[in-house]
């Protein structure tokens, strides 16, 4: 395994520095779940790349953690492996009641129309026919317990059943030395995700959950479930599915969270 020399911190106080930094990063990120992230990111490690440069105002310590991120994600991705199955539980772990989590209140679940709807397919695609979910049902289904792990600290285990999304991804004729697969959704949300992660034998193209069909609150009529992802990078409400070799960021990765996004 290579090993990589930490560039040397020239004529920084490295821990007076990373004090200053976590202090600016508070007093200027408006999120919480942000701003803890973001302190959390923030060590020597990151602080080495800082070499050379001024962290004594708001611009220089946003592109420092920038160049974080961008390095966590080529990283997590290099660490990746698409074998490595996530933890499974009994279903007698269930966390009942199994959390809503959105950027918005319970009283603001999209409502989307089963009759009308329609998952659109886009990008790079053999097929991009657009799909109704009783044609989605009628796919083979498999059903998961698995740790929902969200970055604002907690956890909970829930009970998803769906369709494999490889499995989805192959039968639409997905390019799958492409780089990118991409979420629109109802709630105006958006993500993207790696190819890897996306063929992940447990990344799941979710319908139900605990055994009855997928609930508004949790993103009915379908979300992508990735046990080896943070919440964040779940997408609810989806409306498109779009394959590409283009980066489309995401809603809170535009925002300044790691785009991998790995738990």
């Keep these: 395994m290579k090993l990589f020399k930490r560039p040397s911190l020239v004529g920084i106080d490295a821990d007076a520095a990373l004090c200053e930094a976590r202090k600016l990063i508070a007093r200027k990120v408006e999120q919480p779940a942000r701003r803890a992230f973001l302190q959390r990111s923030l060590s020597l490690g990151g602080l080495s790349m800082l070499t050379g440069c001024s962290i004594s105002d708001n611009a220089s310590v946003e592109a420092a953690l920038s160049r974080i ?5 080529e990283v997590q991705g290099w660490l990746f492996d698409p074998s490595k199955l996530a933890p499974t539980y009994p279903e007698s772990m269930i966390t009942r009641p ?3 989590n959105a ?8 409502q989307v129309d089963e009759a009308t709807y329609r998952l659109e397919v886009t990008g790079l695609v053999a097929d991009k026919r657009s799909w109704r979910l009783e044609e989605l049902r009628a796919m083979a289904q498999q059903d998961q317990v698995t740790r929902h792990i969200c970055v604002e600290g907690w956890s909970a285990i829930g009970k998803w059943g769906g369709v494999p999304f490889g499995d989805f991804l192959r039968r639409i004729g997905a390019d799958t030395q492409a780089k990118y697969v991409g979420f629109k959704c109802a709630d105006d949300y958006y993500t993207s995700i790696d190819m890897a992660t996306a063929l992940h034998p447990q990344t799941l193209l979710a319908l139900s959950y605990d055994g009855q069909p997928l609930p508004p609150k949790y ?4 979300k992508l479930r ?12 989806i409306q498109a599915v779009f394959v590409s070799n283009t980066y489309s960021g995401g809603y809170w990765e535009d925002q300044g969270y790691n785009w991998f996004g790995g738990s």
Excluded: A
Aim: charged share 25%.
């Design 103 to 110: 950027y918005y209140g319970e009283s603001e679940v999209r």
């Design 219 to 222: 993103g009915f009529p379908m």
């Design 98 to 100: 199994f959390p809503f």
């Design 69 to 73: 991120s961008r390095i966590n994600d």
């Design 226 to 237: 990735m046990p080896t992802k943070l919440g964040y990078k779940n997408p609810k409400h």
